[in-house]
């Protein structure tokens, strides 16, 4: 919360969005629904830096050096980690989950995930045209969640 404190909170917001490249033409239709929600809903006075990294598993280091800036209000990461037919993805998922949660516990600062782990994916046009959508949808999930959780912290530092 420390960090929070220490920021202008009145006024602009600042997000940042880790976004894997595997699979980036899907994963990068959440990374634009997010910024034009967080635009939409700031009146375009927050900004958000977008980062890229080769997979999911690079997202919560990043985040946590992200987020000990404590030039960010929230940090968010978003993926797609398939199954492609071994238990791999088990093991990627739960990892990067379990260090997305510790990065906002050590940290203070909210990181959410947009983070996505189907089951049976297949690269078919009617499993990649849905997750295409599917990643708008959670975009904007994101950026709902961010501005909800920079008010809840708002709040907070006030009292």
Not at 4 to 25: R, V, Y
Not at 91 to 120: E, R
């Amino acid at each position: 919360m420390n960090q929070i404190k220490n920021q202008t909170i009145e006024g602009s917001m600042s997000f940042a969005l880790i976004q894997a490249k595997w699979h980036g033409d899907i994963v990068g239709n959440c990374t634009k629904a997010f910024i034009d929600e967080i635009e939409k809903q700031t009146n375009g006075v927050s900004s958000v830096d977008v980062f890229d990294v080769p997979g999911a598993l690079e997202i919560p280091l990043l985040a946590k050096k992200l987020a000990e800036t404590g030039k960010y209000f929230a940090v968010v990461g978003t993926a797609l980690v398939v199954d492609g037919g071994i238990y791999r993805h088990d093991f990627v998922s739960q990892a990067v989950i379990d260090g997305v949660m510790q990065v906002q516990l050590d940290t203070g600062i909210p990181v959410l995930s947009a983070i996505l782990t189907p089951h049976h994916f297949h690269n078919s046009d009617e499993h990649h045209g849905f997750f295409l959508e599917h990643f708008k949808v959670k975009g904007r999930e994101a950026a709902d969640a961010c501005i909800a959780i920079t008010e809840l912290h708002r709040e907070l530092a006030s009292q």
